[in-house]
């Protein structure tokens, strides 16, 4: 047992066999199972309510979760010897889910479907008011957008990421706006049939899958950013990761969406919605907020090798985009 924190797991009701390291995170083997030990980055009230959200989520039959453990005085958090709160939930074996793997797409998808089932059905139980967040957010990202470029067009001299940022910005602001347009076209016409609690962050990290004897177990984790919104952004967010990771294919997204239709229907103005946050420039807009929030003194050769692929790629996504056009699935 990892002397370091020792005083933290004397603070919990079990025992620790084992410790290994995690994505920034302690994994446990212990007598209650596999656990993970990390550090608190939110504050207690967002960890309150995550511990409420995953005790509902439970209940309504979505158990596989990373529900958090309260320590032998009841607290859902526990200072080390340095005053720094951590926090320990469940944990599970198994690998994260291979998005460039069918069958794997296919389980993740299906649990996304599973997970929008129980989150709507807990948020169409909550009796106390709840915040819901409007999703395609357009307008405040083009803003942010215009920040990025008149930074950058002050600046004498420029390194070659700037300078190559500056000739595609013209041509990826204009994608943009054309999103905030149809956003506030539509105002007021978002589907409430899909409002519901959000993984917020679903992709291949958030998804494990043990294959041991009989059918593979899928776990769900990393509910950090969890909220109440437009589920189908979840869906979203998981389908642009991985048609990207398998070359923009478009059997993989028609696939996607006919797997979670046929247990989450789907409705036209649903795919559409769908369109129209595919068509946000998403991967250079976080690349502007990843280079306006770090040193320029020295900008990463990663971030040019990015905004290379992003302007590389853009080819194949408006070949992929105008396929998604004619998608009529019923």
Request: net charge neutral; with cysteine.
């Amino acid at each position: 047992m990892s002397e370091k924190n020792s005083e933290i797991y004397e603070a919990y009701d079990m025992e620790v066999y084992q410790t290994s390291r995690g994505r920034g995170a302690v994994i446990l083997k212990t007598d209650m199972g596999i656990l993970q030990l990390k550090q608190l980055d939110v504050n207690e009230s967002r960890l309150n309510a995550e511990f409420l959200f995953k005790e509902k989520m439970f209940e309504s039959d979505f158990c596989n979760i990373d529900r958090c453990i309260r320590n032998k005085e009841n607290e859902l958090y526990t200072y080390d010897r340095y005053g720094n709160p951590f926090v320990l939930r469940m944990f599970f074996n198994g690998k994260e889910c291979n998005i460039t793997d069918q069958y794997e797409i296919n389980m993740a998808v299906d649990n996304l479907a599973k997970l929008h089932i129980a989150g709507k059905k807990v948020f169409d139980s909550t009796e106390s008011d709840v915040h819901i967040r409007i999703n395609g957010d357009f307008k405040k990202r083009n803003m942010e957008l215009k920040r990025v470029r008149n930074f950058i067009s002050k600046k004498r001299p420029r390194k070659e990421f700037e300078d190559i940022y500056m000739e595609a910005f013209n041509y990826f602001f204009k994608q943009a706006l054309e999103c905030e347009r149809s956003c506030l076209d539509n105002e007021g016409g978002e589907n409430k049939s899909h409002l519901g609690y959000c993984h917020g962050m679903y992709n291949q990290h958030s998804v494990l899958i043990n294959y041991g004897e009989g059918e593979p177990v899928i776990a769900t984790i990393n509910f950090d950013k969890f909220y109440v919104g437009n589920q189908l952004t979840d869906l979203y967010h998981f389908m642009r990761k991985t048609v990207e990771k398998n070359n923009y294919n478009y059997n993989v997204l028609l696939n996607i969406l006919k797997r979670y239709d046929a247990i989450c229907p789907l409705s036209q103005e649903d795919i559409n919605y769908i369109y129209n946050l595919y068509c946000y420039p998403e991967k250079f807009y976080k690349i502007s907020n990843q280079y306006i929030n770090s040193p320029k003194n020295w900008i990463s050769p990663k971030m040019l090798e990015k905004l290379h692929k992003v302007i590389q790629d853009e080819d194949k996504k408006k070949e992929l985009l105008d396929l998604m056009k004619n998608i009529k699935l019923n």
